[in-house]
């Protein structure tokens, strides 16, 4: 008996084939080289657009003197942002560079004996902030993750192929800014999880396995439209700034573009603008946490039952002469007024010798260092005379107006 192989029919080949094709798309889909790295996000401060145009002997020594006196010109810049335009301290080209991190070049052009640049200067915070006084505590809101959303012709993109708008948010300097942004590359499984589908996902199941891969509390999405009048003219850009599972909006504008090679620097303003509508909102009250987001803990019976307890009279036994203390209070933060409040409030209460926020949290709960002329009884009998409920656990105090139940001391 003679064995014969089974007949290869046309649409077996097909079927393979296009088998074959699928799983080619499936891998392109998830590989290539689509990621931007961010740049590092330090707590520098920045000084952008100083326009330098300087002439020497030759070009190296012209972007020298060039550099040196951008130096100058961002350090007035900064003070004038920061304490105001009078009393500009001088400070000679060496202290200058001592306080100086880097220089960033925007754009230039060198010639034989001149340079003419717009350059970006990076001043170290600690060494620039002594001398400009700023406070080191700086309001920060949670982690919130961006998904940079770009629609042009007609097609919205987010990480799936590189684009002028996740660049810019790659190079966007974040250590100055109040939001705490949390950035991806836009490698490995990155374009499958944060397309530009995802934006429009209501699920609060999917966004906490979401939220929880990239380490973040909730999500803000900038949405810029890019629109050529023809090749090579101006550029239409409007911009947005979205924010939450619900995709709410914070607020809108426009910038123009005089041609393509002038979008790069509209999109950094516009980044710049939105990273100020965000603020904004934080001040507002009206960015924070969805708290449809928060995956509930398991109830502790233990912690709810000293939560519910009540005060009983405790005997004393060679109890300390009361002296100066140092407590730590947990309160409710829910916008910026709260914050001055509280701290008022305790300034005010007799023996309590300072009252500063040393752990900021907007819309959660912050945490106040206190020092006080008493011991933690004479304290907590303070702050429930002006109507706070107090739970204390060793020199750690949880306070809450009356009407609110306390939480816990953490």
Same mark, same amino acid.
């Given at each position: 008996?003679?064995?014969?192989?089974?007949?290869?029919? $046309?649409?077996?080949?097909?079927?393979?084939?296009? #088998?074959? %094709?699928?799983?080619?798309?499936?891998?392109?889909?998830?590989?290539?080289?689509?990621?931007?790295?961010?740049?590092?996000?330090?707590?520098?401060?920045?000084?952008?657009?100083?326009?330098?145009?300087?002439?020497?002997?030759?070009?190296?020594?012209?972007?020298?003197?060039?550099?040196?006196?951008?130096?100058?010109?961002?350090?007035? &810049?900064?003070?004038?942002?920061? @304490?105001?335009?009078? !009393?500009?301290?001088?400070?000679?080209?060496?202290?200058?560079?001592?306080?100086?991190? !880097?220089?960033?070049?925007?754009?230039?052009?060198? !010639?034989?004996?001149?340079?003419?640049?717009?350059?970006? =200067?990076?001043?170290?915070?600690?060494?620039?902030?002594?001398?400009?006084?700023?406070? !080191?505590?700086?309001?920060?809101?949670?982690?919130?993750?961006?998904? $940079?959303?770009?629609?042009?012709?007609?097609?919205?993109?987010?990480?799936?192929?590189? @684009?002028?708008?996740?660049?810019?948010?790659? *190079?966007?300097?974040?250590?100055?800014?109040?939001?705490?942004?949390?950035?991806?590359?836009? @490698?490995?499984?990155?374009?499958? #999880?944060?397309?530009?589908?995802?934006?429009? /996902?209501?699920?609060? @199941?999917?966004?906490?396995?979401? #939220?929880?891969?990239?380490?973040?509390?909730?999500?803000?999405?900038?949405?810029?439209?890019?629109?050529?009048?023809?090749?090579?003219?101006?550029?239409?850009?409007?911009?947005?700034? /979205?924010?939450?599972?619900?995709?709410?909006?914070?607020?809108?504008?426009?910038?123009?573009?005089?041609?393509?090679?002038?979008?790069?620097? &509209?999109?950094?303003?516009?980044?710049? *603008?939105?990273?100020?509508?965000?603020?904004?909102?934080?001040?507002?009250?009206?960015?924070?946490?969805?708290?449809?987001?928060?995956?509930?803990?398991?109830?502790?019976?233990?912690? %709810?039952?000293?939560?519910?307890?009540?005060?009983?009279?405790?005997?004393?036994?060679?109890?300390?002469? $009361?002296? =100066?203390?140092?407590?730590?209070?947990?309160?409710?933060?829910?916008?910026?007024? +709260?914050?001055?409040?509280?701290?008022?409030?305790?300034?005010?209460?007799?023996?309590?010798?300072?009252?500063?926020?040393? +752990?900021?949290?907007?819309?959660?709960?912050?945490? &106040?260092?206190?020092?006080?002329?008493?011991?933690?009884?004479?304290?907590?009998?303070?702050?429930?005379?002006?109507?706070?409920?107090?739970?204390? +656990?060793?020199?750690?105090?949880?306070?809450?107006?009356?009407?609110?139940?306390?939480?816990? =001391?953490?």
């Amino acid at each position: 008996m003679t064995l014969s192989l089974p007949q290869i029919r $046309p649409f077996h080949i097909v079927i393979v084939l296009l #088998l074959g %094709l699928a799983a080619a798309i499936l891998v392109a889909q998830i590989e290539g080289e689509r990621g931007v790295p961010p740049i590092a996000s330090g707590g520098d401060f920045q000084v952008s657009n100083v326009k330098v145009d300087v002439a020497a002997a030759n070009a190296d020594a012209a972007r020298y003197a060039g550099w040196r006196q951008a130096q100058r010109l961002a350090w007035k &810049m900064l003070w004038t942002r920061t @304490n105001g335009g009078a !009393g500009v301290p001088a400070l000679s080209d060496s202290q200058l560079e001592a306080i100086v991190s !880097g220089i960033e070049i925007q754009s230039e052009q060198a !010639g034989p004996t001149r340079y003419v640049a717009t350059l970006g =200067v990076l001043f170290d915070r600690a060494r620039a902030g002594q001398i400009l006084g700023v406070q !080191g505590r700086t309001m920060r809101s949670p982690p919130l993750l961006v998904i $940079p959303i770009l629609w042009q012709g007609g097609t919205a993109t987010s990480y799936e192929t590189i @684009n002028e708008w996740q660049k810019g948010w790659a *190079r966007f300097r974040t250590g100055d800014s109040a939001i705490d942004y949390v950035r991806v590359t836009g @490698n490995a499984a990155d374009p499958l #999880l944060l397309n530009a589908a995802q934006a429009g /996902r209501r699920s609060r @199941n999917w966004w906490r396995v979401l #939220l929880d891969q990239y380490g973040a509390a909730d999500v803000i999405i900038p949405i810029a439209r890019l629109e050529r009048q023809f090749p090579g003219g101006p550029v239409l850009g409007r911009f947005t700034a /979205r924010y939450g599972p619900d995709d709410a909006l914070i607020g809108s504008f426009s910038l123009r573009a005089s041609n393509e090679a002038a979008v790069a620097e &509209m999109i950094d303003q516009a980044i710049q *603008r939105i990273d100020g509508l965000y603020t904004q909102a934080l001040l507002d009250g009206t960015l924070r946490p969805d708290p449809s987001l928060i995956i509930e803990e398991p109830v502790d019976v233990d912690a %709810l039952a000293i939560e519910n307890s009540t005060d009983v009279p405790v005997d004393i036994i060679d109890a300390p002469v $009361p002296g =100066v203390n140092a407590f730590v209070i947990q309160y409710d933060t829910p916008n910026v007024t +709260s914050v001055s409040q509280s701290e008022s409030a305790l300034r005010g209460i007799p023996g309590v010798q300072s009252a500063s926020t040393s +752990s900021l949290a907007l819309g959660g709960t912050s945490v &106040m260092s206190v020092t006080f002329a008493g011991n933690v009884d004479a304290l907590r009998s303070a702050l429930q005379s002006r109507g706070y409920t107090v739970t204390t +656990s060793g020199n750690t105090l949880r306070i809450s107006r009356k009407g609110a139940t306390a939480a816990p =001391v953490q």
